[in-house]
């Protein structure tokens, strides 16, 4: 939050978040928070990857399929696509 109070780009936000990844042990829940706040912040990319991580993790959450859904159609990504829709 502070980087995004200090008007920091979107790539500067998103290595303050994935460095995060590499200091702990995170977990599914954690990997779908960190996707969330990078995608809102313009890390789309960088989120879907960590949906799809999330899912391998924990593949019966909804949520990874379902916010990746959202971002695939914004970005008309067909891949994207097919991977939330399919699971």
Same mark, same amino acid.
């Given at each position: 939050l502070a980087l995004r109070a200090e008007g920091s780009s979107p790539a500067d936000v998103e290595r303050a978040v994935l460095s995060l990844l590499d200091l702990r042990d995170i977990d599914a829940t954690g990997m779908l928070t960190m996707a969330k706040y990078l995608a809102e912040n313009g890390s789309e990319?960088?989120?879907? !990857?960590?949906? !799809?991580?999330?899912?391998?993790?924990?593949?019966?959450?909804?949520?990874?399929?379902?916010?990746?859904?959202?971002?695939?159609?914004?970005?008309?990504?067909?891949?994207?696509? !097919?991977?939330?829709?399919?699971?």
């Open positions: 990319a960088r989120a879907m !990857k960590l949906y !799809k991580q999330a899912a391998v993790l924990e593949p019966t959450r909804p949520e990874a399929y379902m916010n990746a859904l959202d971002i695939a159609q914004r970005r008309m990504d067909v891949e994207g696509l !097919k991977w939330a829709a399919l699971g």
